[in-house]
């Protein structure tokens, strides 16, 4: 029988790319830009709308969903780690070469500065509305905080998002792979509701720069860098360093002294190799 | 052993249609009066009751759980699109006919004439309690929002919804079946707290279309169709732009790159074709 | 090698209930008493915190939550209907006998009564506290809404209920068993943002007659069956009539129509009977 | 062909730990060193906020996210109770000696301890802000709900809790093992909004004790035992007994009365056992 061959098959045999780290840079740039555009979306609904249209529940509820439908778009090409810090720490566990990891780094970079110009031009007309020509980053109006977060908890939050993220996909605690990424989501909803006090999620390098270099085109001059003691690169590099710590805290603490399961001999005619229960 | 024979199985001999685009027809217009009646349900528990007893968090997961249940509802039949747009995007991955698309659309927007009235009949007490003999678009009192959505982001939500509707039912994503509606469902409650800003989620014409035709019934006069420019066609024509554009960019920057499994070679006696892994 | 035999196993071989009635009889009174115990307790958390340390979401989560953990209680022994209009639909559709259904609904009606005693205990001290001695139904310090419901939406809810029963628990919609509760829960949920109006859910008679027989105790009079010009039975009978209705207009407009699998021959040696894709 | 032996592998090699006590004991304590962690932030956020930043929906599904998520990670060493009243109930039923009953109540309490000592330090400048000098149980600038709960409703709640835990784990409700820790944060949210009335889930003997202990260094006195004559025993006393009436309670209405499935003879030539359906 013929089998019917769909359009986007067809496109498939024409573009796919074989290069490995291309394609999974391709997915990073654009899980990172979508999840920028939905979540910088969320944080304007938030502010523009004079915390009325969002509550901080949705803020909670709505990154979540963000995170793990950008994961699932990635999940069989890069992964959708969405994260220098989660692709760092992936480094250190193996599944990534260094070389990857930069280049994971810049595409996830670039996608967070796009997403985030998308989210702008969709909100264009609200935030004009609300902010007229003032690009303040405190006191009445300033609408920094659109873009990307200041003093906040850093560490605790990112090491919290790695250390689940090694809990859920440690394959000895079974968790079946189509349901990884709704999980992650419900991780950062659950960390928005205890290390949140912010609204920007300081939990991401690349969701943080990328925004934040955006702002120097926007006019907020150099405060965006910065303010509050050039505040900037904490929530840059201390994401960074808590993911790896939260990593391999896991496997110290808990996943190294997960048993084996026992094999169960299977008396089968097939002789197929042994199975674990 | 005589199997039991339950009613509806009988009914099913009787009464069930061979004719797929019949059925499936038929199968949109119920799932699409569904999702209106519940929908304009949550919108007019926001409304009349003055958004106490519903907040914008209802409105989020009250309509993100009225996709996925009406959805479900579809799932083995039409599959549920409940949007011209998503019947669309599907026309252009080769899924469905022309003809099913407009078949699909008319009972889509007849769907949701039928859903809107239902609503209203069950609201009508409530309704007139607070608009009274007032039938107006803006202002104190104004219901119009009850029934569709005034200038807002249209194709951008559209194009996420098609965007992740194609993540999830992508077969190398491995999504499995039954997930799929509730998953749509979490992704229309994530454009709501991210592209919302607006109660009536434009991101369906029928939605939008169905509802509206109602009102000229209503006596809101032809306002409904002239407000704002003649603003009533963009949620009309712009979902439908969005959705495929959307679908096709999921194909060309990721759906085409996923690297295929390797083939398996599994050792059994059965010689059964190779599996993948 | 000898199995552990757990104490539970060895009370089971002692007391195992097979007579099928009686068992799922129990089974239904202690699932509505644990909905009632837990669902009075989220409208008593609501009412007498001055609706602060519960907001209506809540109300609607909780409830949401209830409904699916009593019907996880019940799903291998009655099926935890918990209502008896869901038990005289399923009547009607050949799954339960008119004796079974008479029992059922003397199980949950009077499951519902012991309930809203336990609650009612566990918030003793806060109900006096708020309402002194004052048993009213309307104005300041009406606490009836503690116990049922007052004039509302009641077709519309169970039609809603039953139908999107019909559609999860379809064979042909293919929703694995565990995930059933689950999405009845979010069902009701959504039922509570489109249809509630009413912080009772009055989608259930017995839900709705166990707490009204509880308030003659309490001293609210006869009002709690007179109020609204005798009220009291449109949400005992109204429901019925609406979940036999929807369970059929599932099956005689979609759930009929729903094509059969073509059947897959699978060349193995073991002449397994055909399997379905 | 060579396997790749990731780095947590060998690090698994070199350290496991080969004493289930030990190991288990580990487990419940870092994961009650979480719970309390992401907890006692949540209740931070709530009340160094204001009731601003969370509200008390956040504080129900944060809750009910950290439960779920604690147990995922300890849910294949010691199974995750994170509670003593939880570990009592299986001691009673047959699933842990009184030996690692003691050991894991320790580490439990430990754990607790240093959680809140972990969330305090994160907490620590905006505790300071809120709070100046004061460290008072009750009236304005409290802080005490910070860290344990005082009168509530003990014995309910965690009864509800232990009798849901039953429902889940039963092999005959066939929920799939992956989604326990699912279903246990959702039992959780579910209680917070029926039995809440407190911000402090007063479910978990360690929850209370541990942060309890923690509030003598911090200078509230002997009051943190004293207060409200010495209610500090009854919410770790109460749940230890509410979980072991409820563990049995399920078992000798529902659990032990659900009928085993008959046995279906699969024809094949391999002789496996027989399969239940």
């Known amino acids: 029988m013929a089998e019917i061959v769909y359009p986007e098959e067809r496109l498939r045999q024409k573009i796919q790319i074989k290069d490995a780290t291309l394609r999974n840079s391709l997915s990073e740039f654009l899980g990172t830009a979508l999840l920028l555009f939905i979540g910088i979306g969320i944080v304007m609904q938030f502010i523009l709308s004079g915390e009325k249209l969002n509550t901080w529940i949705q803020v909670n509820v709505g990154w979540g969903m963000a995170i793990a439908f950008s994961v699932y ?135 943080d720069l990328g925004p934040r270099i955006f702002m120097l085109f926007l006019g907020y001059g150099s405060q965006a860098f910065t303010y509050h003691s050039f505040y900037f690169w904490i929530p840059v590099v201390a994401p960074l360093v808590g993911a790896v710590l939260a990593a391999w805290t896991y496997h110290l603490f808990i996943g190294a002294h997960i048993p084996d399961p026992k094999p169960i001999i299977v008396q089968d005619e097939a002789k197929q190799p042994l199975r674990y229960a």
Chains 1, 2, 3, 4 share one sequence.
């Not at 566990?93 to 780094?105: E, T």
């Not at 997403?115 to 909100?123: L, Q």
């Not at 007309?125 to 109006?141: E, S, V």
């Open 73 to 207: 778009a990635c999940s069989k090409t890069s992964g959708g780690h969405l994260n220098p810090a989660v692709s760092l720490a992936f480094v250190t566990l193996g599944r990534l070469s260094v070389k990857d990891f930069i280049c994971y780094s810049i595409a996830q970079t670039f996608g967070a500065f796009v997403g985030t110009v998308g989210a702008f031009g969709i909100y264009y007309d609200q935030f004009i509305k609300y902010a007229g020509n003032q690009r303040t980053i405190a006191g009445p109006k300033a609408t920094a905080l659109c873009f990307c977060s200041f003093p906040a908890l850093h560490v605790a939050g990112t090491a919290l998002l790695m250390f689940f993220v090694c809990v859920i996909i440690d394959k000895r605690i079974a968790v079946p792979g189509p349901a990884h990424p709704l999980l992650f989501g419900l991780v950062v909803l659950m960390i928005g509701t205890s290390m949140g006090m912010n609204v920007g999620y300081p939990i991401n390098p690349a969701r």
